[in-house]
C-alpha cells in the first residue's frame, strides 16, 4: 500500500536557526498537505500543494512539491520557539485516503 | 475550537470491553475521517465516511466499526479491547479537497 515517509523523525535546533523536513511517497501523489501538531494538540492544517514543482511561502515557512509529485519538503527559516511540534505532510492519491508521514518533531531551543 | 466535537476526552477500560467514541463534524462538513495516533504508529488512517456513505478504509482491524448517521455525526466502535489498542484516536472532517480540520482527540487507555 501507499506509504509516505519522513525525515528526519526528530530534530533539535537552536532558536534562529533554519530547519527543513523531508517528506518521501511510495506512490505519485495527486496533491500533499502540510499539517502542524503542537505538544499535547492535535494536527492543524498548513497548506496545500497540488501542481507539480509547486513552491509556496507563508512568512517564514517555505513548502515544496517535487517534480515527480512524490516528494515535498518544508523549511523553516529563523525558527523560533512558537515552531516546537510535529510537522506531518500527508499524501492524497487516487483513492480517497489521505496518508499521513511518519513526522518531524521540531525542538527549539531557546 | 477547531469545530469538531469529540467525546470522550479521556477513557480508561478494561481489556476485552467494548467503547464507543463520537465525533460531531464542523458544520457544513459532509466527509468525517477517523485516525489513531500510538507513539510508535504516528496518524494511521482508519476510515472514511461522506454524507452517511462509507467513502474509505485503511488499516482498520476487524474488531472496530464505525458509521456516519443522517446528521452527519459518526461513532467509532472499538470492541473486544486490547493493550495495543491505547492510543489517541482523532476525528476530523472535511468540506471538500480533502483538507482535514481535527478534533482534539479522544485518548483511550487499556488497562
Known amino acids: 500500500g501507499q506509504q509516505v515517509m519522513q525525515i528526519p523523525q526528530y530534530q533539535h535546533v537552536q532558536e534562529g536557526e533554519d530547519f527543513t523536513t523531508y517528506c518521501n511517497s511510495s506512490?505519485?501523489?495527486?496533491?500533499i498537505q502540510w499539517y502542524k501538531q503542537r505538544p499535547g494538540g492535535h494536527p492543524v492544517f498548513l497548506i496545500q500543494?497540488?501542481?507539480?514543482?509547486e513552491v509556496k511561502k507563508q512568512k517564514r515557512l517555505t513548502f515544496q512539491f517535487g517534480e515527480a509529485k512524490k516528494n515535498s519538503s518544508l523549511h523553516i527559516t529563523a525558527t523560533q520557539t512558537t515552531d516546537v511540534g510535529t510537522y506531518f505532510c500527508?499524501?492524497?492519491?487516487?483513492?480517497?485516503?489521505?496518508?499521513f508521514g511518519t513526522g518531524t518533531l521540531l525542538a527549539v531551543q531557546p | 475550537d477547531s469545530g469538531v466535537t469529540q467525546t470522550p476526552k479521556h477513557l480508561i477500560t478494561a481489556t476485552g470491553q467494548r467503547v464507543t467514541l463520537r465525533c460531531s463534524p464542523r458544520?457544513?462538513?459532509?466527509?468525517v475521517y477517523w485516525y489513531q495516533q500510538s507513539l510508535d504508529q504516528g496518524l494511521q488512517f482508519l476510515i472514511q465516511?461522506?454524507?452517511?456513505?462509507?467513502?474509505a478504509k485503511g488499516n482498520i482491524l476487524e474488531r472496530f466499526s464505525a458509521q456516519q448517521f443522517p446528521d452527519l455525526h459518526s461513532e467509532l466502535n472499538l470492541s473486544s479491547l486490547e493493550l495495543g489498542d491505547s492510543a489517541l484516536y482523532f476525528c476530523?472532517?472535511?468540506?471538500?479537497?480533502?483538507?482535514?480540520?481535527f478534533g482534539a482527540g479522544s485518548r483511550l487507555t487499556v488497562l
Open positions: 476530523a472532517s472535511s468540506r471538500g479537497a480533502n483538507v482535514l480540520t
Open positions: 506512490t505519485t501523489l495527486s496533491n
Open positions: 500543494l497540488v501542481k507539480s514543482g
Open positions: 500527508a499524501g492524497g492519491g487516487a483513492t480517497n485516503k489521505l496518508i
Open positions: 458544520s457544513g462538513d459532509l466527509s
Open positions: 465516511y461522506y454524507n452517511g456513505e462509507e467513502r
